[in-house]
């Protein structure tokens, strides 16, 4: 018994000194430890974006030696560029057609999974399946799957007399089409979360329910299930506004903004601006709008995240 | 009581069946086409299976008149590059934000968090520039260094450290265990959870980008495999099916196989991924 007291006095007293070697030594580890990250996070992200911007503010064009602060000159042209205009209503457009669908879709799938014991793991992991696939390997597949003459759509369309389109070619399907592929490939990734969201309803509140007579699927959906996922939709929705203002893929291999602007996103442009017409200047503008969004959209995940932290 | 309960089951099973198949449309067109000769290819009526089977046609041409093995082969490089430096930078960083108590970790910690806020796309016109006032476009190095540190991966590391008990950290140094060995011979192994989940995080986002690598890889034996189809596809003025979709088939193939082997961790990883 002593000597099991003594060896946790020395226990102590060890940990004590350790405790000191932590303080006398942690400055330097500390900044051992630290030092690559700091410096790649200084160099890779933090001096990029003051740099873009920068850039921002001046008329440089990629390669040539001369360049004028502009001050908000490129903004203001912005505001005034037809393509630039239609890139924002367009990413506008496919985020409302993507972030709803995905986000009810996925929350019907995950209920319906749910409502069930057997083949859980399967079914989930079907539908993820294109959120994992190779985007831009995909889109050639749907390219084909979407092709006007022999694809699968206007196959089966034809067959059931429906009127068919040449979806990727025509200004008023075109969108619409990368939409769909876009609902395709994030829905699993909406599927996923919810089906967490709905692990995490205890299960008291389902008793508690049905003693409040609530015992009906219906009933307890409404009562229980929908409320509690409250928080979850509204952190969903925003994973997938995110991804819906980040396509880029399926635009770049299936239409390249086209056609005319018809499916020209933001980061579309940006990418366009920047890298093909190599307007550094005016491109780096462009990020800047395209940051904003997106880091605004950010930092209101990270709220919601914290208050679903807080309830659960 | 019973009947309803048993009817809605067999809905069940048919309602995801059905939604099942609609997700898996392209894949199965995909890998349909792929087996089949350009004249079915072009036929208006579908089958499923080729009459005549012309997969080993489909996939010897893809493989031959594209660099499709190299494609792959980069995409190992540049993945397995790419995580294993994210680890080894920011483990040390996460493991001193968790463990060390020194002046400036709550700055660094902000600094991190900021990090978190910038999406790659930003940083992509910058770090061209600067790729291209070093000399590296069209190198491995400017598919591999852009993406050495992760904030994200610090973050992660950060909250599965935090957990680890502050007595076993004492305990290793009084064995005599400098720093960097407690980071790789505690911290990591004890947080196999987030390094599983990180590793599919990062090998997954850099297989599949196209973003970066379209704008400062040019030529075809740099290109990783997103990449490599399109220009494949561009090249074949996507006339020739076949051997397009046997591409593509072989694209996906490796993240779909890993994935249906290894759901679970997939899954996890990616519910705890879209923290970020």
């Given amino acids: 018994m002593s000597m099991d007291m003594r060896s946790l006095l020395d226990a102590e007293a060890l940990t004590r000194q350790a405790h000191r070697h932590s303080e006398r030594w942690a400055e330097l580890d500390g900044l051992g430890l630290l030092g690559p990250s700091l410096f790649l996070l200084l160099v890779l992200f933090v001096m990029p974006t003051f740099g873009v911007f920068a850039i921002a503010m001046t008329n440089w064009h990629f390669g040539s030696k001369s360049l004028a602060f502009v001050g908000l000159d490129n903004f203001v042209a912005l505001y005034a560029d037809r393509t630039f205009r239609a890139s924002l209503w367009n990413t506008a457009f496919y985020v409302v057609m993507v972030v709803p669908t995905s986000v009810v879709l996925g929350l019907l799938i995950a209920l319906v999974i749910e409502s069930g014991k057997r083949f859980r793991a399967v079914y989930r992991t079907l539908h993820f399946l294109p959120f994992m696939a190779t985007l831009s390997a995909m889109a050639i597949a749907w390219e084909a799957l979407l092709h006007p003459t022999i694809g699968l759509v206007n196959q089966t369309l034809m067959t059931i007399g429906l009127p068919t389109a040449n979806w990727l070619r025509d200004p008023a399907t075109a969108l619409p089409a990368l939409a769909i592929i876009g609902i395709w490939q994030n829905l699993g990734f909406s599927m996923v979360m919810i089906l967490a969201g709905l692990k995490s309803i205890p299960e008291a509140l389902y008793d508690a329910a049905a003693v409040d007579g609530a015992d009906a699927w219906f009933s307890r959906l409404g009562l229980v299930t929908l409320p509690m996922l409250g928080p979850v939709f509204m952190f969903v929705s925003i994973v997938m506004a995110l991804r819906a203002f980040e396509a880029f893929d399926t635009v770049q291999i299936l239409t390249q903004g086209g056609p005319g602007t018809s499916s020209q996103v933001l980061l579309y442009t940006l990418y366009t601006e920047s890298f093909l017409y190599m307007r550094t200047g005016y491109g780096a503008a462009v990020t800047v709008v395209f940051f904003l969004i997106v880091a605004g959209l950010t930092l209101l995940q990270a709220r919601t995240m914290d208050r679903r932290i807080h309830y659960s | ?276």
């Fill in chain 2, 1 to 276: 009581m019973n009947l309803p309960r048993t009817l809605w089951q067999l809905a069940r099973h048919l309602i995801l069946l059905a939604t099942a198949f609609v997700v898996l449309v392209p894949f199965i067109w995909m890998v349909s086409l792929s087996l089949k000769p350009p004249g079915e290819i072009f036929q208006s009526s579908f089958n499923l299976l080729p009459q005549t089977w012309f997969a080993a046609e489909n996939y010897a041409k893809a493989f031959t008149s594209a660099p499709l093995a190299r494609y792959l082969v980069n995409g190992v490089v540049v993945c397995s590059s790419i995580l294993t430096l994210q680890i080894t930078i920011c483990a040390p960083a996460a493991y001193a934000l968790a463990k060390i108590d020194f002046r400036g970790r709550d700055l660094f910690f902000d600094v991190v968090l900021v990090c978190l806020l910038i999406p790659h796309q930003v940083l992509a016109l910058p770090l061209f520039i600067l790729s291209y006032r070093l000399g590296l476009i069209d190198t491995y190095t400017v598919l591999i260094l852009p993406f050495a540190v992760s904030p994200f991966g610090i973050f992660l590391f950060r909250q599965f450290f935090k957990r680890i008990p502050d007595d076993l950290v004492y305990a290793a140094r009084l064995d005599g265990l400098s720093e960097f060995s407690i980071v790789w011979r505690l911290m990591l192994p004890m947080s196999g959870p987030a390094v599983v989940a990180f590793a599919i995080f990062s090998v997954v986002s850099h297989w599949n980008d196209l973003f970066w690598p379209l704008i400062v890889v040019h030529s075809d034996r740099l290109m990783p495999p997103a990449l490599g189809v399109m220009a494949f596809r561009n090249e074949q003025a996507g006339n020739d099916y076949g051997p397009l979709m046997a591409a593509a088939t072989i694209v996906v193939a490796p993240l779909v196989l890993a994935f249906l082997i290894a759901q679970r961790w997939f899954v996890e990883g990616f519910a705890g991924g879209s923290i970020k």
